[in-house]
């Protein structure tokens, strides 16, 4: 996967704005980013342990580690820093934005969860 041309983070710490050679920005909001983070917590070793994480609608990005030439590690303001954000990952994310913001919120709904 081709890395992106552009990473930033707004100055309200609120959206990751990513672009890749010849996209359009994909704008991300951190708290998309921090409920679908690749990490074992969110994720799990096997779908079956993948976890719907609720209240996160006023996270915010405190930092990003670049990792080799693959990824970016995005730190969040509640101290979830362990998923790694592969180039591919975040293509997706940016091109599936809202099926899987849609998927999520769909989640919360089943199980009751909310984002606040």
């Known amino acids: 996967?081709?890395?992106?041309?552009?990473?930033?983070?707004?100055?309200?710490?609120?959206?990751?704005i990513v672009t890749f050679p010849g996209h359009a920005p994909f704008e991300l909001t951190a708290e998309m980013l921090r409920?679908?983070?690749?990490?074992?917590?969110v994720q799990g070793h096997s779908p079956e342990q993948r976890v719907t994480v609720p209240g996160k609608r006023n996270v915010s990005i405190s930092n990003v580690i670049p990792v080799g030439n693959y990824a970016v590690r995005i730190a969040f303001d509640d101290r979830h820093d362990t998923g790694i954000f592969t180039w591919s990952y975040l293509h997706r994310l940016g091109h599936e934005k809202d099926a899987l913001w849609q998927g999520y919120l769909d989640e919360l709904s089943e199980k009751g969860l909310g984002r606040d």
Not at 1 to 6: C, D, I, L, R
Not at 35 to 41: F, K, R, W
């Open 1 to 16: 996967m081709t890395p992106p041309n552009e990473l930033r983070v707004s100055k309200d710490r609120k959206l990751f």
């Open 35 to 41: 409920v679908l983070s690749p990490s074992a917590e």
